[in-house]
C-alpha cells in the first residue's frame, strides 16, 4: 500500500521548496545548500553564501578566482555517478551529489560552509593577496567556520547520495507539505507573540528571529522612516552594526510601494539602499496598515517559493498591525501628557501680575511645552509699522532689544500683515520661502503665529529649533493657537480694566473702600457676559458677606465698622487675580466678577480670600460669637449657572445663603439650577 496520499504524488515542488526540503534532512541540515540543474545554473540555494570565503558572490560558494573550482562539472551528470568531495584552494570543502527525479531534469545537490580541521597558514595567506583582502580578517572568518575532515565528508556525501537515490518524488511531495503544514502552524502561533510585544524594537527583533529560524535567511534588514522623509536602514540580525541614513528622495520608493504586499529593487536603487553588498535582487515589503508607513523589510536575494513569500506576506501584515497600534498607543500617551502641560501653563497665564510679565508667560509657556530651543514674541510698534521683540529665548537680550522688524517683510512682518500662520517643516523646500537654513537655526522647521485680541493682531509669536529636531505639527499648532487665544483674552482683560479705572473713577467708585460701586457692577457685568459669549470662555462671580458684622457694629461702633469694610477690601483686592474686578455689593458684601475663571478656578481665589480675611487681627474682633471675624462666600459661573448678569447673581445669592447655613465662614459652590423666584440683584 502506498504510504504517500496522491496529493503529495502529483504536486510538482519548485526548486526552492525541494532545496528547502532537503535542508530539514538531518544529515544536510548543518550545511549550506545549493541546486543546480544538469547545464550547471543556479536553480536556488539556502545558508550562508558569503559563509564560504567570507566574500559574497555569484557562486553560491566562493568568489573568483575559485569559483571555476566549485561549480558542479558537466562530466558528473547522471545517476550513475557517485558524489564527489572537492576542497577549494583555501581549504574549504564541500560536496557535490548528483540525482534526478521522475520526469524531471537531472540536478547536482552541492553542500558545504565547512573547512578542514588543520589550517594552512601559508595558503590563506596566499589567497588573501589573490583576493586583495587582510590575511588576518581571513583567517578569522575561517576560525569561525565549523570544521570537518575529508573522511567525515565521503560519509556525509553518501548517505546524502543514499537519500536521494531512495527518496522518490512521491516522498519529497510529501516532506514539502508535511513541511508546508508546520510553516503554517508556526506563523499562525507568531501572531499572538507579537500581539504581546511592548515596543517597536521587541515586534521587530521577534520578527526577524521567526524569518531566520522558519525560513533560514541570513540578511534581513528594515527601512525605517525618519520624520524629515528619508529612511533609517537596520539590520535586524546584527543589531551592533551602524544604521545606514537615506534622504527623502530614497524614501519615496517605500512611501510609494505602501501600498503593495511586496515589491523588487535592483540595479542602482539596491546598489545605493545596501552599498557594500552584492545581491541581484531586493525584495522589499512593506510594514503598512492603516495607510500608514511604520517600516519596510528588506531581503537581499531570498530565494523564497512563492508559497513560502506569502507567508512572509502575512507575518508582514500582522506585525505592520501591531507597529501600528503601538504608534497609536505612543501617541495618544504623548497627546495626554502634552494636554496635561498644556493645561498646567494655560492655569500659569492669569497669575502674571503685569502686561510684561504676562508677555513673557505666554513665551515661556510655549517654549516649554513644545520643548522649543528658540522663540521670541513680538508685538507691532510705531503706528502698526514695526515689529519689536518684547520677550525671547535663545536670542542675545542686547540684539532682541535693538531688532526691528518692517511690517511685512520677512517672515515675522508676513505673519503679521496677513494675520495668518505660517507653519513650515523644511526652509529649503517649502514653496512659500524657499530659503537657506539660516546658520544659527539647527533646525529647519520653524512656525510663527499671530497674536491677537479678538481679530486684531497686536503681535507674532515664533518657535523654532525643537529639542526632538522634529517638524512642528497641526496638533502643535492648535495648541499653540489656544495659547496665544488666552493670552490675547488676558491682555484685552487687563486693557480693559486700565482704560475703565481712567473713566468716571468718581462715580464708580465707593468712596468708603475705594472699590468699584453697585453702577460700575451693573454696566460691566454684561459686557463681561458679552465677551464671554462671544469668546466662548467661563466667566465666575462671588458674592462674599462678613459674618456677623451687625454685632460687631454694635459692639464696636460704625467707625469701628467702616475701618473693617475697608480693610476687608484690601484683603480682597490683594487676594484677587490682577484681571479680576472686586466691588462693594453694599453694606457689608462684596462682589468679585472673574473673567475666563470656571467654578473650580474662582473656588481657589476664593479660598485664598477667605483665608486672607480669617487670620487678619482685625480691632477687638474677639467680642465676636467666633473669636475672630470671617466671611461667607457664594459662587457660580457661566455657562453651569447662567447666561445673564441677573441669572448668575442669583445662583451666587443662593449659594452665599447656603454658606450661612453651613456655619459660616466656608465656601459653597453654585449648583445648575434655576432660582425659586426672580428677585432683582443690580
Same mark, same amino acid.
Given at each position: 500500500?502506498?504510504?504517500?496520499?496522491?496529493?503529495?504524488?502529483?504536486?510538482?515542488?519548485?526548486?526552492?521548496?525541494?532545496?528547502?526540503?532537503?535542508?530539514?534532512?538531518?544529515?544536510?541540515?548543518?550545511?549550506?545548500?545549493?541546486?543546480?540543474?544538469?547545464?550547471?545554473?543556479?536553480?536556488?540555494?539556502?545558508?550562508?553564501?558569503?559563509?564560504?570565503?567570507?566574500?559574497?558572490?555569484?557562486?553560491?560558494?566562493?568568489?573568483?578566482?575559485?569559483?571555476?573550482?566549485?561549480?558542479?562539472?558537466?562530466?558528473?551528470?547522471?545517476?550513475?555517478?557517485?558524489?564527489?568531495?572537492?576542497?577549494?584552494?583555501?581549504?574549504?570543502?564541500?560536496?557535490?551529489?548528483?540525482?534526478?527525479?521522475?520526469?524531471?531534469?537531472?540536478?547536482?545537490?552541492?553542500?558545504?560552509?565547512?573547512?578542514?580541521?588543520?589550517?594552512?597558514?601559508?595558503?590563506?595567506?596566499?589567497?588573501?593577496?589573490?583576493?586583495?583582502?587582510?590575511?588576518?580578517?581571513?583567517?578569522?572568518?575561517?576560525?569561525?567556520?565549523?570544521?570537518?575532515?575529508?573522511?567525515?565528508?565521503?560519509?556525509?556525501?553518501?548517505?546524502?547520495?543514499?537519500?536521494?537515490?531512495?527518496?522518490?518524488?512521491?516522498?519529497?511531495?510529501?516532506?514539502?507539505?508535511?513541511?508546508?503544514?508546520?510553516?503554517?502552524?508556526?506563523?499562525?502561533?507568531?501572531?499572538?507573540?507579537?500581539?504581546?510585544?511592548?515596543?517597536?524594537?521587541?515586534?521587530?527583533?521577534?520578527?526577524?528571529?521567526?524569518?531566520?529560524?522558519?525560513?533560514?535567511?541570513?540578511?534581513?534588514?528594515?527601512?525605517?522612516?525618519?520624520?524629515?522623509?528619508?529612511?533609517?536602514?537596520?539590520?535586524?540580525?546584527?543589531?551592533?552594526?551602524?544604521?545606514?541614513?537615506?534622504?527623502?528622495?530614497?524614501?519615496?520608493?517605500?512611501?510609494?510601494?505602501?501600498?503593495?504586499?511586496?515589491?523588487?529593487?535592483?540595479?542602482?536603487?539596491?546598489?545605493?539602499?545596501?552599498?557594500?553588498?552584492?545581491?541581484?535582487?531586493?525584495?522589499?515589503?512593506?510594514?503598512?496598515?492603516?495607510?500608514?508607513?511604520?517600516?519596510?523589510?528588506?531581503?537581499?536575494?531570498?530565494?523564497?517559493?512563492?508559497?513560502?513569500?506569502?507567508?512572509?506576506?502575512?507575518?508582514?501584515?500582522?506585525?505592520?498591525?501591531?507597529?501600528?497600534?503601538?504608534?497609536?498607543?505612543?501617541?495618544?500617551?504623548?497627546?495626554?501628557?502634552?494636554?496635561?502641560?498644556?493645561?498646567?501653563?494655560?492655569?500659569?497665564?492669569?497669575?502674571?501680575? %503685569?502686561? #510684561? +510679565?504676562?508677555?513673557?508667560?505666554?513665551?515661556? !509657556?510655549?517654549?516649554? /511645552? =513644545?520643548? $522649543?530651543?528658540? &522663540?521670541?514674541?513680538?508685538?507691532?510698534?510705531?503706528?502698526?509699522?514695526?515689529?519689536?521683540?518684547?520677550?525671547?529665548?535663545?536670542?542675545?537680550?542686547?540684539?532682541?532689544?535693538?531688532?526691528?522688524?518692517?511690517?511685512?517683510?520677512?517672515?515675522?512682518?508676513?505673519?503679521?500683515?496677513?494675520?495668518?500662520?505660517?507653519?513650515?517643516?523644511?526652509?529649503?523646500?517649502?514653496?512659500?520661502?524657499?530659503?537657506?537654513?539660516?546658520?544659527?537655526?539647527?533646525?529647519?522647521?520653524?512656525?510663527?503665529?499671530?497674536?491677537?485680541?479678538?481679530?486684531?493682531?497686536?503681535?507674532?509669536?515664533?518657535? %523654532?529649533? #525643537? +529639542?526632538?529636531?522634529?517638524?512642528?505639527?497641526? !496638533?502643535?499648532?492648535? /495648541? =499653540?493657537? $489656544?495659547?496665544? &487665544?488666552?493670552?490675547?483674552?488676558?491682555?484685552?482683560?487687563?486693557?480693559?480694566?486700565?482704560?475703565?479705572?481712567?473713566?468716571?473713577?468718581?462715580?464708580?467708585?465707593?468712596?468708603?473702600?475705594?472699590?468699584?460701586?453697585?453702577?460700575?457692577?451693573?454696566?460691566?457685568?454684561?459686557?463681561?457676559?458679552?465677551?464671554?459669549?462671544?469668546?466662548?470662555?467661563?466667566?465666575?462671580?462671588?458674592?462674599?458677606?462678613?459674618?456677623?458684622?451687625?454685632?460687631?457694629?454694635?459692639?464696636?461702633?460704625?467707625?469701628?465698622?467702616?475701618?473693617?469694610?475697608?480693610?476687608?477690601?484690601?484683603?480682597?483686592?490683594?487676594?484677587?487675580?490682577?484681571?479680576?474686578?472686586?466691588?462693594?455689593?453694599?453694606?457689608?458684601?462684596?462682589? $468679585?466678577?472673574?473673567?475666563?475663571?470656571?467654578?473650580?478656578?474662582?473656588?481657589?481665589?476664593?479660598?485664598?480670600?477667605?483665608?486672607?480675611?480669617?487670620?487678619?487681627?482685625?480691632?477687638?474682633?474677639?467680642?465676636?460669637?467666633?473669636?475672630?471675624?470671617?466671611?461667607?462666600?457664594?459662587?457660580?459661573?457661566?455657562?453651569?449657572?447662567?447666561?445673564?448678569?441677573?441669572?448668575?447673581?442669583?445662583?451666587?445669592?443662593?449659594?452665599?445663603?447656603?454658606?450661612?447655613?453651613?456655619?459660616?465662614?466656608?465656601?459653597?459652590?453654585?449648583?445648575?439650577?434655576?432660582?425659586?423666584?426672580?428677585?432683582?440683584?443690580?
Amino acid at each position: 500500500m502506498d504510504k504517500h496520499p496522491p496529493l503529495a504524488r502529483s504536486l510538482p515542488l519548485r526548486p526552492e521548496e525541494l532545496l528547502a526540503v532537503l535542508q530539514n534532512q538531518t544529515v544536510l541540515s548543518p550545511y549550506s545548500l545549493a541546486l543546480y540543474n544538469a547545464d550547471e545554473t543556479l536553480l536556488a540555494r539556502r545558508g550562508q553564501a558569503d559563509r564560504f570565503c567570507g566574500r559574497a558572490a555569484e557562486s553560491p560558494f566562493c568568489a573568483e578566482p575559485c569559483q571555476s573550482l566549485c561549480r558542479p562539472k558537466k562530466s558528473g551528470r547522471g545517476t550513475r555517478n557517485r558524489p564527489r568531495v572537492y576542497r577549494c584552494p583555501g581549504g574549504l570543502l564541500y560536496f557535490v551529489v548528483p540525482f534526478n527525479q521522475p520526469q524531471s531534469d537531472d540536478f547536482f545537490l552541492l553542500g558545504g560552509g565547512f573547512r578542514e580541521k588543520f589550517i594552512d597558514i601559508g595558503r590563506l595567506e596566499r589567497l588573501a593577496r589573490e583576493r586583495g583582502v587582510n590575511g588576518i580578517d581571513l583567517l578569522e572568518s575561517w576560525e569561525e567556520l565549523p570544521s570537518t575532515s575529508l573522511e567525515e565528508l565521503h560519509r556525509t556525501a553518501e548517505e546524502a547520495y543514499i537519500l536521494l537515490e531512495t527518496a522518490g518524488s512521491g516522498k519529497f511531495n510529501a516532506l514539502a507539505l508535511e513541511r508546508a503544514v508546520t510553516l503554517d502552524n508556526a506563523v499562525a502561533a507568531i501572531g499572538p507573540e507579537l500581539d504581546r510585544m511592548n515596543s517597536a524594537e521587541e515586534v521587530l527583533n521577534l520578527l526577524g528571529e521567526t524569518l531566520t529560524i522558519l525560513f533560514d535567511l541570513v540578511r534581513i534588514s528594515v527601512a525605517l522612516p525618519d520624520t524629515d522623509g528619508g529612511i533609517s536602514i537596520r539590520n535586524l540580525l546584527h543589531p551592533q552594526a551602524p544604521h545606514l541614513r537615506h534622504d527623502s528622495k530614497m524614501g519615496e520608493i517605500f512611501y510609494l510601494g505602501a501600498g503593495r504586499r511586496h515589491f523588487l529593487l535592483s540595479g542602482e536603487h539596491s546598489g545605493r539602499l545596501l552599498p557594500g553588498h552584492q545581491f541581484k535582487d531586493l525584495v522589499c515589503l512593506p510594514l503598512s496598515a492603516g495607510g500608514l508607513l511604520s517600516a519596510c523589510l528588506l531581503l537581499p536575494d531570498p530565494h523564497l517559493s512563492p508559497r513560502d513569500l506569502v507567508l512572509i506576506e502575512l507575518l508582514a501584515s500582522r506585525t505592520a498591525i501591531r507597529l501600528r497600534l503601538l504608534q497609536d498607543d505612543r501617541k495618544r500617551s504623548d497627546d495626554l501628557f502634552l494636554t496635561d502641560r498644556f493645561m498646567d501653563r494655560l492655569g500659569s497665564l492669569p497669575q502674571s501680575r %503685569s502686561r #510684561k +510679565e504676562l508677555l513673557w508667560s505666554v513665551l515661556e !509657556a510655549a517654549t516649554e /511645552l =513644545l520643548s $522649543v530651543r528658540k &522663540g521670541s514674541l513680538m508685538l507691532i510698534h510705531d503706528a502698526g509699522e514695526t515689529l519689536r521683540i518684547a520677550a525671547s529665548k535663545g536670542i542675545n537680550r542686547q540684539l532682541a532689544v535693538s531688532l526691528r522688524i518692517p511690517m511685512g517683510c520677512g517672515i515675522a512682518g508676513g505673519v503679521a500683515q496677513r494675520g495668518q500662520t505660517l507653519r513650515v517643516q523644511d526652509i529649503e523646500r517649502d514653496p512659500r520661502v524657499v530659503a537657506a537654513n539660516r546658520p544659527r537655526f539647527q533646525s529647519k522647521s520653524f512656525i510663527s503665529l499671530p497674536f491677537k485680541i479678538g481679530e486684531r493682531t497686536i503681535g507674532v509669536l515664533n518657535l %523654532s529649533d #525643537k +529639542e526632538t529636531m522634529t517638524p512642528f505639527t497641526t !496638533a502643535e499648532e492648535k /495648541l =499653540l493657537g $489656544v495659547l496665544l &487665544g488666552h493670552g490675547g483674552a488676558l491682555i484685552e482683560v487687563a486693557e480693559g480694566r486700565k482704560r475703565v479705572k481712567h473713566l468716571e473713577e468718581l462715580t464708580i467708585t465707593d468712596p468708603l473702600t475705594g472699590l468699584y460701586n453697585r453702577r460700575f457692577l451693573k454696566e460691566r457685568f454684561e459686557a463681561e457676559i458679552s465677551r464671554s459669549i462671544r469668546q466662548k470662555e467661563p466667566l465666575a462671580v462671588m458674592l462674599i458677606d462678613l459674618d456677623h458684622f451687625k454685632n460687631y457694629n454694635d459692639l464696636c461702633g460704625h467707625l469701628a465698622g467702616d475701618a473693617v469694610l475697608r480693610q476687608a477690601a484690601r484683603l480682597l483686592q490683594r487676594s484677587a487675580r490682577e484681571m479680576d474686578l472686586v466691588i462693594r455689593f453694599g453694606g457689608e458684601e462684596f462682589c $468679585v466678577l472673574l473673567p475666563g475663571a470656571g467654578l473650580n478656578e474662582a473656588l481657589l481665589v476664593g479660598e485664598r480670600m477667605r483665608l486672607a480675611i480669617e487670620k487678619e487681627p482685625f480691632h477687638r474682633q474677639a467680642s465676636l460669637p467666633r473669636g475672630t471675624l470671617t466671611a461667607s462666600f457664594g459662587i457660580s459661573a457661566y455657562p453651569e449657572n447662567g447666561s445673564s448678569a441677573q441669572g448668575l447673581l442669583g445662583a451666587a445669592d443662593v449659594a452665599l445663603y447656603q454658606a450661612k447655613d453651613r456655619g459660616r465662614n466656608c465656601i459653597v459652590l453654585s449648583e445648575p439650577v434655576v432660582p425659586r423666584e426672580k428677585v432683582s440683584y443690580l
